[in-house]
């Protein structure tokens, strides 16, 4: 069941079908059906961590007490690159952080690369900043090497990127597998780029932090950031992913299914904004096409709805016109800003987290 929206609004999946304007080249996609759990494991009220609650009682129905598919990680290549076995992608591991740059090694964790994308079809019209140390120019040297025994080297998308975040820990907010070779010192300086373009402002792209595990679009590609490369060994999914059965939609993919359009519990037409404690219960006391076992999304069930190609609204185009354009909240906890939830708005696709005071949309 889908969360809510920030005034807060909650949902449940929505499904659309239907041509937009594409605004983000196809870069903003995902080679990959599964999102792995967010790695939280604790229980947190309006302002600390609590024991996790039990059915019926208040903030009921967090991220961790509905666990999605757990993590898990194989090395190959003697150590020198990762599969995530949930996604099935293939990451590149860094080597040598110590604070020092040393572009003649490719794989040095230090160095960082302007955004670079010379491809017409991907770049949404701004190619970036193109020349010495950019991350076309990092990522040709790796497929020339054939790194990896792989020659399909790329940067990945926002979403692939974010995959890698494990919202249980911060600094750096990611697997135990990628620790020792991310940076993480501080909120500013610790950014990955994606190939991501902002959709509507091509001179920006989108990267994750790594000190806490949040993402931005605001980033000029001029910027220099931190990359870390990734392949796939299966193509992504193919056909209409999403498919609306009246007031639900599913998703053909991974199974789940969401409320079509923000929560309206009054019934009165207008979606109801909450605070995170009443977008819980409400999610978890929802009946709606027969079922009674609705829940609020956590933050990547969450993200896997936004359309990072278009803003305004920035969400699959099945549930666009019954998906009030604001902030949604999420299950997930905030384990750095504690007191706080993430929500997602689906007017840019941003994400951020705020206290349950702030009321919000809500999609189960």
Excluded at 144 to 166: C, H, Y
Excluded at 246 to 275: F, P, R, S, Y
Aim: net charge negative; glycine share 8%; hydrophobic share 35%.
């Amino acid at each position: 069941m889908l969360k809510s929206l920030q005034v807060c609004f909650f949902a449940i999946l929505p499904m659309v079908i239907g041509v937009f304007p594409v605004l983000a080249g196809n870069n903003s996609g995902a080679a990959f059906s599964f999102w792995p759990d967010t790695g939280l494991t604790k229980c947190y009220d309006a302002t600390l961590e609590m024991p996790c609650p039990a059915q019926g009682d208040d903030f009921y129905g967090q991220d961790s007490q509905h666990t999605g598919p757990a993590r898990s990680y194989s090395l190959m290549w003697n150590g020198s690159i990762v599969q995530d076995n949930v996604t099935g992608l293939i990451w590149e591991l860094k080597t040598d952080m110590d604070g020092i740059k040393d572009y003649t090694s490719i794989h040095d964790a230090d160095n960082t690369y302007k955004w670079c994308d010379t491809n017409t079809d991907t770049n949404s019209g701004e190619e970036g900043t193109c020349g010495s140390n950019d991350t076309k120019t990092f990522i040709d040297q790796l497929n020339s090497e054939n790194f990896g025994g792989q020659k399909n080297w790329r940067l990945p998308t926002i979403k692939e990127l974010a995959t890698l975040v494990n919202l249980g820990r911060v600094k750096p907010a990611i697997a135990p597998d990628f620790v020792a070779t991310t940076h993480s010192t501080s909120e500013t300086s610790s950014n990955y780029w994606s190939s991501t373009t902002k959709a509507g402002d091509p001179p920006y792209a989108w990267s994750v932090n790594f000190f806490y595990g949040h993402i931005s679009a605001d980033n000029l590609k001029s910027s220099s950031y931190y990359v870390r490369a990734v392949c796939d060994i299966q193509p992504p999914p193919s056909g209409n992913r999403f498919v609306a059965n009246g007031d639900t939609v599913t998703d053909t993919v991974n199974g789940l299914e969401w409320q079509k359009a923000t929560m309206d519990i009054t019934g009165n037409g207008v979606a109801d904004a909450m605070t995170w404690k009443e977008a819980l219960a409400a999610a978890e006391n929802l009946n709606l096409a027969g079922k009674s076992d609705w829940r609020l999304p956590n933050i990547n069930e969450l993200r896997s709805l936004v359309d990072y190609s278009h803003y305004l609204p920035a969400i699959d185009p099945i549930f666009a016109a019954t998906t009030k354009s604001s902030n949604y909240w999420s299950s997930t906890s905030d384990v750095y800003y504690t007191g706080r939830a993430g929500d997602i708005n689906f007017s840019t696709g941003y994400d951020d987290t705020y206290g349950d005071n702030k009321t919000m949309g809500v999609v189960g």
